[in-house]
């Protein structure tokens, strides 16, 4: 599989908005987006079935952050908004191909994903 580039990272201010974006040229059916902050485990964000849109959010996300795939594009994107402190954070994208019959998630990324370099999220009072 090929490796996941994200992009779009950046400093934002409490309450501000900022869009990541993952390209991954095979077009893999799992996709998922994770953060890591200093000195912390890697943390589940969201991930989403490329194929069948399905979703999940972590629960400190869910109803600020949204995961959607652009076909177009071929990018799976990580729309945040209301972003606070706490997310500040090294986020990375990961990436699978699932063999019939598994299901998306972040244990499955996180345990046979392909993993891209991550982008920055810093986030100020």
């Known amino acids: 599989q090929v490796q996941p580039v994200e992009s779009g990272g950046g400093s934002v201010q409490a309450g501000g908005s900022l869009r990541l974006s993952c390209a991954a040229t095979?077009?893999?059916?799992?996709m998922g987006w994770f953060r890591q902050a200093p000195g912390e485990e890697r943390k589940t964000v969201a991930v989403?079935?490329?194929?069948?849109?399905?979703?999940y959010y972590s629960p400190t996300v869910k109803g600020r952050f949204t995961i959607s795939r652009d076909n177009d594009k071929n990018t799976t994107d990580l729309q945040m908004n209301d972003l606070q402190p706490e997310d500040t954070a090294m986020y990375y994208c990961?990436?699978?191909?699932?063999?019939?019959?598994?299901?998306?998630?972040?244990?499955?990324?996180?345990?046979?994903?392909?993993w891209g370099q991550g982008t920055q999220v810093t986030v100020s009072l």
């Open positions: 989403i079935d490329t194929t069948v849109l399905t979703t």
């Open positions: 095979d077009s893999p059916n799992c």
């Open positions: 990961a990436a699978n191909q699932m063999t019939p019959g598994w299901i998306c998630s972040g244990a499955l990324l996180s345990a046979r994903g392909v």
